[in-house]
């Protein structure tokens, strides 16, 4: 398998998956867009053998395999390169090297998706946070070396916004969540709002469950307002596809609120149309500024 039968593939799935991330990939070169297909497809390879593992597989070794894998690339060189069995994996490579990726992001992004194989409840919003950073804050991380962001400020825009992204895909997907055994909102809160684990794994929409909801989705916006806060003017054009992920994710933050938290419907989502228009909205608003 060749980086460029790995390109082809992670370019395809990424097309193919009607992400959200798909349309912030647009605005970027080519060479860093092939980059984030390929984080994407990661991503998406990780998470997939945890919630949809191939029937007979087991999940554990199947994670422990892509962790040797990413430790095979590391460990590799110009004069000998590493043999991956994974499309993902080989193009992944590619772009480690070109990029200058630290191993330890993607480290802590299979660590957190490993954490979904063993625990199902969060007793406290700190033990929440340590996983939202792992799966989204570490995958921004990633991001801004292949951006090109690295200053302080922007690791600061990167963790604060993957934890206000997980946050908002946490409280949109209660409901799918749940029929899979596991409840993200802090036990903390639920107590605080006198809402039950059972309320939440029977889809109970009531007044506690709204008030919990109202709760969670404000202090997604603190994490939202954090990472504009930490926005500088000098990185904000090398931001541009996390500024288009920002206005795309906080637009279905505000769809959550507008429902009234009915989480336990259809999910809540945004056409394709309505992504794209963002997308060009947040790209001619920072070109303007830029004039």
């Known amino acids: 398998m060749t980086a460029q039968d790995g390109q082809r593939y992670c370019t395809a799935l990424t097309k193919s998956s009607g992400s959200n991330f798909y349309y912030s990939f647009l605005f970027l070169p080519k060479e860093r867009r092939e980059a984030m297909y390929t984080v994407y497809a990661f991503c998406r390879d990780v998470d997939s053998i945890v919630d949809e593992p191939v029937p007979g597989s087991d999940p554990r070794k199947t ?20 043999s991956l069995p994974s499309p993902i994996m080989a193009c992944l490579a590619k772009h480690i090297r070109r990029f200058n990726i630290p191993q330890a992001y ?4 299979i660590s957190g998706v490993e954490m979904d194989l063993s625990v199902h409840r969060y007793q406290t ?15 921004g991380l990633v991001c801004l070396r292949i951006f ?3 200053r302080p400020e922007s690791e600061a825009y990167a963790i604060n916004l993957g934890l206000a992204f997980q946050l908002t895909n946490i409280l949109r997907d209660v409901s799918t969540d749940g029929a899979r055994g596991r409840i993200y909102l802090p036990q903390e809160d639920l107590k605080r709002f006198h809402v039950s684990e059972q309320d939440i794994l029977d889809r109970v929409y009531n007044s506690r469950f709204k008030e919990l909801m109202a709760f969670e989705c404000q202090r997604a916006r603190e994490y939202y307002a954090r990472a504009e806060n930490a926005l500088t003017s000098a990185e904000r054009p090398m931001l541009l596809p996390a500024e288009i992920m920002r206005a795309i994710y906080h637009l279905i933050l505000e769809q959550i609120e507008a429902s009234h938290y009915q989480v336990f419907g259809s999910r809540i989502s945004l056409p394709p149309w309505r992504r794209l228009a963002t997308a060009m909205k947040v790209w001619f608003a920072l070109r303007t500024k830029r004039k």
């Open 125 to 139: 919003f700190e033990e929440l946070s340590t996983y939202c950073y792992r799966v989204a804050s570490a995958v």
């Open 106 to 109: 993607f480290d802590e992004i």
């Open 63 to 82: 994670i422990a395999a892509r962790r040797a894998e990413l430790a095979e690339i590391y460990r590799s060189s110009p004069l000998r390169p590493a």
């Open 148 to 150: 090109g962001a690295l």
